[in-house]
C-alpha cells in the first residue's frame, strides 16, 4: 500500500453546488402622534420584528463519507460498512461516479440564522415662536429620544461546524449568540438668520447633537459612549440659487459579528 496526499477530482456526478434561502419576517410597529400646542407636535411609536433566514447548502460531498468511501479492497464492499457505504472510483472519467456513489458520498447541510429589533423612540419638533430681527420665520427645533435592542443567534447543522467537512465549502461555520441596546438623546435646531435681504434670499444655520450610550450582552455587561454632532450653513442669494456647507463628527459603533463571530 501507499499514501496519497491529496486527491482532487470535480464531482460533476454530484451536480451544481446550490444555496438556498428561504426568509421569514414580521414586525410589529405603533405609536401615536399628536400636537402640544398648535405650533410643537409630538410623535411617540415603538415597534419590534424578527427576521429568520434558513440556509441549505446542497451539492456538497462529505469528506468522512469520502474517505470512508475510498478505504475498500475491491468495487463492492468497503472496509467499514457503516451507513451503507458504497465503494468509490475516483478515477475514471465523468460518469464513474455511479448515482449509488453518489448518494452516499453527497451531504445537505443547513445554517439558521435569526435577529430580532425591538425599539421605542419619542419625539417632540416644531418652532419655538423665536425670531433672530433679521428674519422672519421662527427657529425650528426637535428633541427627542430612543431606545433600540438588537439581538442575533447563527444555528448551524453539526457538518457546518466540522471545518472541511463540506468538500469545496471551507472552514467551519461556528455557532454564535450576541446583541446589545442602545440608548440614545438627541436634538436639532434650525435658525433662520437673515431672509429677504440684498444677496441673502436666505441664510440659516444648522445644528445637532446625539448622545448614544451602547450595551453589549457579553459578560461583565460591557458598554461605551459616543457623543455625535453636525453644523452647518445654508446661504441662498438668490431664488434657484443654493450653497450649503456642514461638519459633521460621526461614529461607527462595531456590529453584531464584529463583537461575537467566533474565529
Request: overall charge positive; glycine content about 12%; proline content about 6%.
Amino acid at each position: 500500500s501507499f499514501t496519497i496526499p491529496a486527491v482532487y477530482r470535480r464531482t460533476v456526478e454530484v451536480g451544481p453546488r446550490v444555496s438556498r434561502f428561504v426568509t421569514t419576517m414580521f414586525d410589529y410597529k405603533a405609536g401615536v402622534r399628536g400636537k402640544i400646542t398648535d405650533g410643537i407636535n409630538f410623535d411617540v411609536h415603538a415597534a419590534y420584528g424578527q427576521s429568520n433566514n434558513n440556509q441549505t447548502l446542497s451539492g456538497y460531498t462529505l469528506r468522512s463519507r469520502v474517505s470512508q468511501a475510498l478505504l475498500a479492497d475491491n468495487a463492492t464492499t468497503c472496509r467499514n460498512t457503516a451507513q451503507g457505504c458504497v465503494p468509490l472510483n475516483l478515477f475514471g472519467g465523468p460518469g464513474s461516479i455511479t448515482p449509488a456513489m453518489v448518494n452516499f458520498i453527497q451531504g445537505t447541510s443547513t445554517v439558521a440564522v435569526d435577529t430580532g429589533l425591538g425599539q421605542v423612540r419619542g419625539v417632540i419638533s416644531g418652532d419655538t415662536g423665536l425670531t433672530i430681527p433679521s428674519a422672519s420665520n421662527p427657529i425650528t427645533f426637535a428633541v427627542g429620544g430612543e431606545y433600540r435592542n438588537y439581538t442575533y443567534r447563527r444555528t448551524p447543522d453539526n457538518l457546518s461546524q466540522v471545518p472541511g467537512e463540506l468538500g469545496g465549502g471551507g472552514g467551519a461555520v461556528l455557532p454564535f449568540t450576541g446583541g446589545y441596546d442602545v440608548i440614545e438623546g438627541f436634538a436639532e435646531t434650525n435658525i433662520p438668520l437673515v431672509e429677504d435681504k440684498e444677496f441673502f434670499k436666505s441664510l440659516s444655520l444648522e445644528l445637532g447633537i446625539r448622545q448614544s450610550r451602547y450595551s453589549v450582552n457579553a459578560p461583565n455587561n460591557p458598554s461605551f459612549s459616543a457623543t455625535t454632532w453636525k453644523a452647518g450653513l445654508s446661504w441662498s442669494p438668490a431664488d434657484g440659487v443654493k450653497f450649503r456647507g456642514g461638519y459633521n463628527r460621526a461614529v461607527r459603533a462595531p456590529n453584531i459579528n464584529e463583537l461575537f463571530a467566533p474565529v
